[in-house]
């Protein structure tokens, strides 16, 4: 998910918010301006994660959704 976060406070904040979704195995910030959010979980709900992040951190956007196979 690419989040525009402007601050430090931002960044953890939409870190906080991805850990307490449940599901959820990782969560991890990546980019070069470090403005994508990597969620990695069973059962995840995208669509209500980006409502949230978007509620409290500023705009947010999915970029991919994919299935990781365990092999």
């Known amino acids: 998910m690419s989040v525009r976060m ?5 960044r953890s904040e939409a870190l906080k918010i ?3 979704t449940t599901g959820v195995t990782f969560v991890g910030i990546e980019g070069e301006e470090k ?3 990597v969620v990695i979980g069973e059962g995840v709900d995208a669509a209500c994660l980006v409502v949230r992040l978007r509620k409290k951190v500023g705009f947010a956007d999915i970029i991919s959704v994919t299935d990781v196979d365990d092999t």
Request: glycine fraction near 10%; hydrophobic fraction near 20%.
């Open 18 to 20: 991805g850990a307490k």
């Open 35 to 37: 403005d994508k959010v």
């Open 6 to 10: 402007r601050c430090e406070k931002c």
